[in-house]
C-alpha cells in the first residue's frame, strides 16, 4: 500500500520491488542505506542497465504469472539481472492482474535485478481504486503518457515471451533458476534422482498470497473437495497481509483450505524465511516440497540441507498436494477419487479483487511518539536478544597484511548461506549472538563440508564463527574467498555485519550480488578478481595483504600479494566500485562512524 505508479521508492526488504506491479520503481537495499535516507543523506546507484521483457499473447489455463518470472530466471539465470530494471511491456501485460504483476516484480529478485516494473494500465488502476485510492488512480491515469515506455524504446537486451506458449513449470531444487515445465518434471526428477513423493505443499508468502492467489487455490480445494479428496501431502497457506488474511476468512477461502486438510498460518515470513519447526522429517533425510515462495536455497525453508525445494504458482503447488506427487501435471493427469472415478482437475479461476471489497482485519499499528527527544532506548544488558552497538575500529591507516583466510567458498553463497534466518531471527538485535550463524551454510572447497574450517593457529578443524572468533581474539585480520555471484537473496545486513563483528577485513570474489553491496557501509572491502580464475591461485592456507591503501582512489584496482605455505608469492588484481564517499566510511571504519564524524 506504499507503492503507487512513478514512485521512486526504496525498502530494507530484497522483495521490494513487489511494487513495480503498481507502477513505481522500487528497489530492495540494506537497512545502513534507509539510515541514510531517514537522515537525509543522498542515496547512490550505479546507473543500471535495462532488460526489456516483451509479452505477448495471453495468460490462461494452469499459466500463471508466476511461470512468467520462473521462465524469465530461465533465461537470464539467478545473476543476468545484476545491474538492470527489469521494463515489462508489450500487450501481453493486459492479461495480468495488478497483483500477478507484483508476484512477477517481486521475484525479479531472484534474477539479481536492481528492481521490476510494469507500465501503468486499467489493471492497477483497478486496484487502487479497491484499496481506496481513487485519488491516485486519477491522478495516475490524467499523466499515463510518462508512466509507459517511450515509444520505440531501446533496451540493453530484449526478451520476448509469447504467454500463448506459457505452460506451467517448477524451478528447482537447491536454485531458483533451473527451469522444469511439469510436462518434463516426472522425466527430469527420474534422471536427476530428486524424490517424487511431495511430503509438504506451501503456498502464501510476499510472492504470491493475493487475493486472486487465494482464490484460484481454493477454486482447485473446492473442485477437491467436491470430490470428497483431502490433500495427501501437508499443505500449509500464508496469508501475506493482515488484509489478505482477513479477506480470504471473510469470503471462505480459508474454510475450504481447512475442509482439505490445509493449515492457514499466520500474515508473515513463516516457512519461506525458515520460521517453520519442521517435525514430519528428520534432518538430513532426503525429502521433496512444492512451495509457491520466491527462493529455495540449501537449507532455506526448513534447515534440512537434503530437502529438495521447488518453487511454482500456488495453483500447480495445490494440485500436487492432492497427488502428492512431484511427476504430476495437472494439465494432463488425473487423480483417482475416493469412489473410485479418475478426476482431473479443471483449470483454476479465482476473482482478481474481492467483490465486498477488502477487509483490513486488526489494525496493530503503533504510532511513534510525536516527540522522540524524551525517549530512552532501555536494553537490559543481560538480554540475549537485544545489544547496543559499539561502533567499529577505524582503519588504522596501513596495508592491510598477512590476513588468514577464514574460507574459500565453494560454489552458491547466499545471504542465507552468509547468515541464516529461521530461528536466528531471535537474535536480529543482538549482533554478537546472531553471528554465531556466520558462514555456517558456506561450503569449504577444503573438505566439501558446511560450518568445518581449519583453524591455522591451532591446526584444528571448527565452527567457522568460533574459529574466526579466535583469530579475532589474537588480532589475526581474516578475509573471505569466494564464487560468482557472492550474497545473493535477502536485503538482510547482518551478512555484512558479522564479518565486520568477527573480524573480516575484505570479501574477495569473482563478482557480487547487486544486494551485498552493504558491505561497503560496514568498513569491509568488497573486492573482485581482476582475472577471475586468480580464485583458483589462492589457498586455504594462504596469508593475504592488500597493498596500496593509502592511494586507495576510485577506479583503481588494489594489489594483493598471495604468500604461499611453500614460501612463494605472487600479486594479483582485485577490482572495486567504491566512490569517495564510500572510502571515507572504509577509512573511518563504516559509514555510521563517518556519519558521527561529520555531525
Given at each position: 500500500?506504499?507503492?503507487?505508479?512513478?514512485?521512486?521508492?526504496?525498502?530494507?526488504?530484497?522483495?521490494?520491488?513487489?511494487?513495480?506491479?503498481?507502477?513505481?520503481?522500487?528497489?530492495?537495499?540494506?537497512?545502513?542505506?534507509?539510515?541514510?535516507?531517514?537522515?537525509?543523506?543522498?542515496?547512490?546507484?550505479?546507473?543500471?542497465?535495462?532488460?526489456?521483457?516483451?509479452?505477448?499473447?495471453?495468460?490462461?489455463?494452469?499459466?500463471?504469472?508466476?511461470?512468467?518470472?520462473?521462465?524469465?530466471?530461465?533465461?537470464?539465470?539467478?545473476?543476468?539481472?545484476?545491474?538492470?530494471?527489469?521494463?515489462?511491456?508489450?500487450?501481453?501485460?493486459?492479461?495480468?492482474?495488478?497483483?500477478?504483476?507484483?508476484?512477477?516484480?517481486?521475484?525479479?529478485?531472484?534474477?539479481?535485478?536492481?528492481?521490476?516494473?510494469?507500465?501503468?494500465?486499467?489493471?492497477?488502476?483497478?486496484?487502487?481504486?479497491?484499496?481506496?485510492?481513487?485519488?491516485?488512480?486519477?491522478?495516475?491515469?490524467?499523466?499515463?503518457?510518462?508512466?509507459?515506455?517511450?515509444?520505440?524504446?531501446?533496451?540493453?537486451?530484449?526478451?520476448?515471451?509469447?504467454?500463448?506458449?506459457?505452460?506451467?513449470?517448477?524451478?528447482?531444487?537447491?536454485?531458483?533458476?533451473?527451469?522444469?515445465?511439469?510436462?518434463?518434471?516426472?522425466?527430469?526428477?527420474?534422471?536427476?534422482?530428486?524424490?517424487?513423493?511431495?511430503?509438504?505443499?506451501?503456498?502464501?508468502?510476499?510472492?504470491?498470497?493475493?487475493?486472486?492467489?487465494?482464490?484460484?487455490?481454493?477454486?482447485?480445494?473446492?473442485?477437491?473437495?467436491?470430490?470428497?479428496?483431502?490433500?495427501?501431502?501437508?499443505?500449509?497457506?500464508?496469508?501475506?497481509?493482515?488484509?489478505?488474511?482477513?479477506?480470504?476468512?471473510?469470503d471462505g477461502y480459508a474454510e475450504i483450505f481447512r475442509d482439505v486438510g490445509g493449515v492457514v498460518l499466520a500474515?508473515?515470513?513463516?516457512?519461506?524465511?525458515?520460521?517453520?519447526?519442521?517435525?514430519?522429517?528428520?534432518?538430513?533425510?532426503?525429502?521433496?516440497?512444492?512451495?509457491?515462495?520466491?527462493?529455495?536455497?540449501?537449507?532455506?525453508?526448513?534447515?534440512?540441507?537434503?530437502?529438495?525445494?521447488?518453487?511454482?504458482?500456488?495453483?500447480?503447488?495445490?494440485?500436487?498436494?492432492?497427488?502428492?506427487?512431484?511427476?504430476?501435471?495437472?494439465?494432463?493427469?488425473?487423480?483417482?477419487?475416493?469412489?473410485?472415478?479418475?478426476?482431473?482437475?479443471?483449470?483454476?479461476?479465482?476473482?482478481?479483487?474481492?467483490?465486498?471489497?477488502?477487509?483490513?482485519?486488526?489494525?496493530?499499528?503503533?504510532?511513534?511518539?510525536?516527540?522522540?527527544?524524551?525517549?530512552?532506548?532501555?536494553?537490559?544488558?543481560?538480554?540475549?536478544?537485544?545489544?547496543?552497538?559499539?561502533?567499529?575500529?577505524?582503519?588504522?591507516?596501513?596495508?592491510?597484511?598477512?590476513?588468514?583466510?577464514?574460507?574459500?567458498?565453494?560454489?552458491?553463497?547466499?545471504?542465507?548461506?552468509?547468515?541464516?534466518?529461521?530461528?536466528?531471527?531471535?537474535?536480529?538485535?543482538?549482533?554478537?549472538?546472531?553471528?554465531?550463524?556466520?558462514?555456517?551454510?558456506?561450503?569449504?572447497?577444503?573438505?566439501?563440508?558446511?560450518?568445518?574450517?581449519?583453524?591455522?593457529?591451532?591446526?584444528?578443524?571448527?565452527?567457522?564463527?568460533?574459529?574466526?572468533?579466535?583469530?579475532?581474539?589474537?588480532?589475526?585480520?581474516?578475509?573471505?574467498?569466494?564464487?560468482?555471484?557472492?550474497?545473493?537473496?535477502?536485503?538482510?545486513?547482518?551478512?555484512?555485519?558479522?564479518?565486520?563483528?568477527?573480524?573480516?577485513?575484505?570479501?574477495?570474489?569473482?563478482?557480487?550480488?547487486?544486494?551485498?553491496?552493504?558491505?561497503?557501509?560496514?568498513?569491509?572491502?568488497?573486492?573482485?578478481?581482476?582475472?577471475?580464475?586468480?580464485?583458483?591461485k589462492i589457498k586455504p592456507d594462504d596469508n593475504i595483504s592488500i597493498v596500496g591503501l593509502n592511494d586507495f582512489t576510485p577506479g583503481k584496482a588494489l594489489d594483493c600479494v598471495l604468500k604461499h605455505s611453500n614460501g612463494s608469492?605472487?600479486?594479483?588484481?582485485?577490482?572495486?566500485?567504491?566512490?569517495?564517499?564510500?572510502?571515507?566510511?572504509?577509512?573511518?571504519?563504516?559509514?555510521?562512524?563517518?556519519?558521527?564524524?561529520?555531525?
Open positions: 500500500n506504499y507503492a503507487f505508479p512513478g514512485v521512486l521508492l526504496i525498502g530494507t526488504d530484497s522483495h521490494t520491488p513487489n511494487g513495480g506491479g503498481l507502477g513505481g520503481l522500487c528497489i530492495g537495499v540494506g537497512g545502513a542505506d534507509a539510515v541514510d535516507v531517514m537522515a537525509d543523506i543522498p542515496w547512490e546507484l550505479k546507473c543500471p542497465k535495462v532488460i526489456g521483457v516483451e509479452l505477448t499473447g495471453e495468460l490462461s489455463g494452469w499459466a500463471s504469472p508466476k511461470d512468467v518470472i520462473l521462465k524469465v530466471a530461465d533465461i537470464l539465470t539467478v545473476k543476468g539481472g545484476t545491474g538492470a530494471i527489469v521494463e515489462y511491456h508489450g500487450p501481453g501485460v493486459d492479461s495480468i492482474s495488478c497483483t500477478g504483476m507484483g508476484t512477477i516484480c517481486n521475484m525479479g529478485a531472484e534474477i539479481g535485478a536492481t528492481t521490476s516494473v510494469f507500465p501503468y494500465n486499467k489493471r492497477m488502476k483497478d486496484y487502487l481504486i479497491a484499496t481506496n485510492r481513487k485519488d491516485i488512480a486519477d491522478a495516475a491515469t490524467s499523466m499515463q503518457e510518462h508512466l509507459v515506455p517511450d515509444e520505440g524504446s531501446q533496451y540493453d537486451r530484449l526478451i520476448k515471451i509469447n504467454l500463448n506458449e506459457l505452460k506451467p513449470a517448477l524451478n528447482g531444487p537447491f536454485t531458483p533458476d533451473l527451469y522444469n515445465p511439469c510436462t518434463d518434471m516426472r522425466a527430469n526428477a527420474e534422471k536427476n534422482g530428486w524424490p517424487l513423493e511431495v511430503k509438504v505443499g506451501l503456498i502464501g508468502s510476499c510472492t504470491n498470497s493475493s487475493y486472486e492467489d487465494m482464490g484460484r487455490s481454493a477454486n482447485i480445494c473446492k473442485q477437491a473437495r467436491d470430490k470428497g479428496l483431502k490433500a495427501k501431502s501437508a499443505f500449509t497457506i500464508t496469508p501475506g497481509s493482515e488484509q489478505v488474511r482477513a479477506t480470504i476468512e471473510r500474515n508473515a515470513c513463516g516457512p519461506c524465511i525458515g520460521q517453520w519447526d519442521r517435525k514430519d522429517v528428520k534432518m538430513g533425510e532426503k525429502n521433496t516440497i512444492v512451495t509457491s515462495y520466491n527462493r529455495n536455497f540449501t537449507g532455506r525453508n526448513d534447515a534440512n540441507p537434503a530437502t529438495h525445494a521447488f518453487v511454482t504458482s500456488p495453483e500447480v503447488v495445490t494440485a500436487m498436494v492432492f497427488a502428492g506427487d512431484l511427476g504430476f501435471n495437472p494439465e494432463t493427469d488425473s487423480i483417482t477419487a475416493p469412489d473410485g472415478s479418475e478426476f482431473k482437475f479443471q483449470a483454476p479461476t479465482g476473482d482478481e479483487l474481492p467483490s465486498k471489497g477488502f477487509d483490513p482485519g486488526e489494525d496493530t499499528y503503533q504510532h511513534p511518539p510525536s516527540d522522540s527527544a524524551a525517549v530512552k532506548v532501555d536494553v537490559d544488558p543481560k538480554s540475549d536478544r537485544l545489544q547496543l552497538l559499539e561502533p567499529f575500529d577505524t582503519w588504522h591507516g596501513k596495508d592491510l597484511e598477512d590476513m588468514a583466510v577464514l574460507i574459500k567458498v565453494k560454489g552458491k553463497c547466499t545471504t542465507d548461506h552468509i547468515s541464516m534466518a529461521g530461528p536466528w531471527l531471535k537474535y536480529r538485535g543482538h549482533l554478537d549472538n546472531i553471528s554465531n550463524n556466520m558462514l555456517i551454510g558456506a561450503i569449504n572447497i577444503e573438505n566439501d563440508q558446511a560450518n568445518s574450517i581449519k583453524n591455522r593457529l591451532t591446526g584444528e578443524y571448527g565452527a567457522v564463527p568460533d574459529v574466526a572468533r579466535h583469530y579475532k581474539a589474537k588480532q589475526l585480520n581474516w578475509v573471505v574467498v569466494g564464487d560468482e555471484n557472492y550474497g545473493e537473496g535477502s536485503s538482510r545486513e547482518h551478512a555484512a555485519l558479522e564479518p565486520r563483528h568477527l573480524g573480516g577485513r575484505a570479501i574477495i570474489v569473482k563478482s557480487f550480488a547487486r544486494i551485498h553491496g552493504k558491505l561497503f557501509k560496514q568498513g569491509v572491502l568488497p573486492l573482485t578478481f581482476d582475472n577471475p580464475s586468480d580464485y583458483d608469492s605472487e600479486t594479483i588484481k582485485l577490482n572495486h566500485t567504491f566512490n569517495q564517499p564510500q572510502i571515507e566510511w572504509f577509512q573511518a571504519g563504516s559509514a555510521l562512524n563517518r556519519m558521527k564524524m561529520m555531525a
